[in-house]
């Protein structure tokens, strides 16, 4: 098959095999090139997609963008379950396998370096929500004395509300650093992300920690017991806050490359 090759990640060499019936971007089955000791995991994808002016214009198309970034999140997901890869940036496309062989060689020693760094090691995401509660407005149906003094108790049920809010967001910022800190201690590395807007995440309640952490894979039990005894203790005692867990995922956060 003919086409530009779509690079998903780096790896070491491994053994394993990917599991049956992968495909990866528009379709292509998810290939090993080794070079030098390494392996980059390419397939083949069509230059109408993704030749820099294409591929510059589907990058503003939202539909294909998620196609795509799914596609190659497959990929990173099945080899994430045999081995430690490097995932490389959405869109990571060259002219044929020898434009790849150039990249590993340019890119030897870091690779190496950040592989070495990663093996044996998964990343797992941890986000804390605030869940608030808005009382009901005042009807327009009210008579007018009914609306003066309404609005008096609007006014103070808002300055209420207001405090309440407030006293939530401080105790959750608090109750978030106390997390982020017993969970940096169970973990190699972490990463602290800036708080996912509610718009754009469809997540219910407001972002208060959004953090990664680097875990050995001996150590991943331990760490997502952790998690589960907290997100049972926030459920009994703060119900207003939200724990998630997410992974395990490719070391995305920790990999120096952007996702």
């Excluded at 069509?46 to 990929?75: C, I, M, N, S, Y």
């Excluded at 808002?158 to 405090?163: C, D, H, Q």
């Amino acid at each position: 098959m003919t086409g530009l090759r779509y690079v998903y990640a780096v790896c070491h060499p491994f053994g394993a095999a990917l599991q049956a019936q992968l495909t990866g971007v528009a379709g292509d089955p998810p290939r090993l090139l080794t070079h030098h000791g390494l392996v980059a995991v390419v397939s083949h994808v069509p230059e109408r997609d993704f030749a820099e002016k294409p591929l510059r214009a589907h990058l503003e198309d939202l539909d294909w963008l998620t196609r795509t970034a799914r596609a190659h999140q497959g990929v990173i997901d099945a080899l994430t379950a045999v081995t430690t890869p490097l995932p490389l940036r959405l869109g990571t496309v060259f002219r044929d396998d020898s434009g790849v062989r150039v990249m590993l060689e340019a890119r030897e020693a870091d690779f190496r370096r950040t592989l070495d760094r990663l093996a044996g090691r998964v990343e797992w995401g941890v986000k804390v929500y605030t869940e608030t509660e808005n009382g009901p407005e005042p009807s327009e149906t009210q008579r007018p004395a009914e609306k003066a003094a309404s609005g008096r108790d609007y006014l103070r049920q808002r300055r209420m509300r207001a405090k309440a809010h407030e006293d939530l967001w401080e105790k959750a910022e608090e109750f978030a650093n106390r997390l982020h800190a017993a969970l940096s201690a169970r973990a190699e590395d972490s990463r602290l992300h800036a708080p996912q807007n509610s718009a754009l995440s469809g997540a219910a309640g407001r972002n208060v920690l959004n953090a990664a952490y680097l875990v050995p894979r001996t150590d991943c039990e331990e760490f997502v017991e952790l998690v589960d005894r907290t997100k049972d203790d926030v459920s009994g005692t703060a119900p207003r806050l939200r724990v998630e867990l997410t992974g395990p995922w490719a070391a995305y956060s920790f990999a120096g490359e952007e996702p």
